[in-house]
């Protein structure tokens, strides 16, 4: 391995941007922040960098890639669960041994809370799980976390993608395992997301993402600091991901890292960026935030509905059954008005005119339209004035709605309204409700 350390005279590769370290001919790296201090893992030698200055020590690592950071600490977690963390002698000291459980720990969640570490999720034993556990420093083993019985329903068998912790709750989003049919031969990635609440010990589906439907295919490794996640496209261009603030930001990149992004970290308002330039060599350039973040393309929010087509045909089923709900009701009360005046009509034939009977049966004809004062016009003599027959019409309709009333309490079953092609004309028709 070749190492090439600036110390002086770094040299500048842009605005605000500067390579502190360049490494080539190297087998394994990982790249970590603790305690304000950059540490760049490589095969057998972690170089630190604090106060301007950068130390080597040695290590015992090796080809070891399962490192986790969990707030200011460096832990060793192998895949079958057994726990290591590094000393300050920059070596690693096992905690506990592999659990009895079958557990998975190969990209698996882990995190610290309260000063317990937890583990959520993972792959191993040629499956995905589902559990989420901790380790218990009094019995110095694994254990499962207590869920409350009420606990219905949890995420499926998966290892996500992205995940946060606040303060009473656990997010996990992009679950990628196995499909719903068939073996992990068919893994695949579920835009879902779920929480589980510290308080009540219940998983909870808060819905799913679809930001990066844009960037599909079009985006390298993600990178977490916190609850922070970044990751680079091939659109020249940086995403910043929040899951616990629920926002995503995209970014034009600087020119310095247009390359294979490797790893990111932050220490104030300083980023460190690890860069795979040239063929097998190692950059590690620093870049102050206002240069790297400094346009802004777009962003959103990225909680969004379930849009499963099962939800979809679900909801419009739904509202089609209110819809015909609406319609039937309303089609009913016309019926209801009109069947009443059939029936009326029919049971009390012997007490209506020859005009009442013949008004009824216009009405019964013309429905749901009306019935012109003209055409009742005709039912009387002829000979008589237009006022006259104006004035006999409406006692016909009073009369007959006074006998309607006595049968049926109906009030004004019969109505009379303005015409639509003459507003100095009236019509007659059966009112709706």
């Not at 969990?70 to 590094?86: H, N, R, V």
């Not at 556990?133 to 207590?146: G, M």
């Not at 104030?268 to 393309?297: A, C, D, H, P």
């Not at 019926?335 to 049971?347: G, K, P, T």
């Amino acid at each position: 391995m070749r190492l090439r350390i600036f110390l002086f005279c770094l040299p500048f590769i842009g605005f605000g941007q500067e390579i502190i370290l360049s490494v080539s001919d190297y087998n394994n790296y990982d790249f970590h922040r603790i305690s304000n201090e950059i540490h760049f893992f490589v095969d057998d030698s972690v170089y630190i960098l604090t106060k301007g200055e950068i130390k080597k020590h040695q290590t015992d690592r090796f080809e070891k890639k399962d490192l986790r950071i969990i707030e200011d600490s460096i832990f060793q977690i192998a895949g079958g669960g057994t726990l290591f963390k590094m000393n300050h002698e920059y070596q690693f000291e096992k905690i506990v041994d592999k659990p009895n459980m079958e557990q998975s720990f190969f990209q698996s969640a882990s995190f610290i809370r309260q000063d317990t570490i937890y583990q959520f999720g993972g792959y191993g034993n040629f499956s995905h799980k589902n559990d989420l556990i901790f380790y218990d420093s009094n019995l110095n083993t694994w254990e499962y976390y207590p869920y409350s019985s009420n606990n219905k329903i949890k995420p499926p068998n998966a290892a996500p993608e992205f995940f946060a912790i606040t303060k009473d709750q656990l997010l996990i989003a992009g679950l990628y395992g196995e499909a719903d049919y068939g073996t992990q031969t068919n893994n695949i990635l579920k835009p879902d997301i779920w929480g589980f609440s510290f308080v009540t010990r219940q998983w909870k589906q808060l819905g799913s993402y679809d930001f990066l439907d844009a960037f599909k295919n079009k985006i390298n490794h993600f990178y977490n600091i916190g609850n922070q996640y970044y990751a680079r496209t091939s659109f020249d261009t940086t995403l910043l991901i929040d899951f616990e603030n629920n926002t995503w930001e995209e970014f034009q990149d600087i020119t310095s890292i247009k390359s294979k992004l490797r790893g990111m970290q932050k220490i104030g308002k300083t980023y460190f960026i690890l860069s795979q330039s040239n063929g097998n060599t190692l950059e590690l350039i620093r870049v102050k935030q206002e240069y790297l973040f400094s346009k802004k393309l777009q962003s959103g929010n990225i909680l969004v509905k379930d849009k499963s087509l099962a939800v979809q045909v679900l909801f419009l089923v739904l509202f089609l059954a209110v819809i015909l709900l609406i319609y039937y009701l309303f089609r009913q009360s016309k019926r209801n008005n009109r069947s009443v005046l059939i029936h009326f009509r029919n049971q009390k034939i012997q007490i209506l005119s020859k005009n009442e009977i013949q008004l009824i049966d216009d009405l019964l004809k013309e429905y749901p339209n009306a019935v012109s004062f003209k055409t009742i016009g005709t039912y009387f003599d002829k000979n008589l004035n237009f006022e006259t027959i104006k004035v006999k019409t409406r006692k016909l309709i009073l009369l007959l709605n006074q006998k309607i009333k006595a049968e049926t309490r109906i009030e004004a079953l019969i109505e009379v309204r303005k015409s639509k092609e003459d507003q100095r004309a009236r019509e007659v028709f059966i009112k709706s409700k």
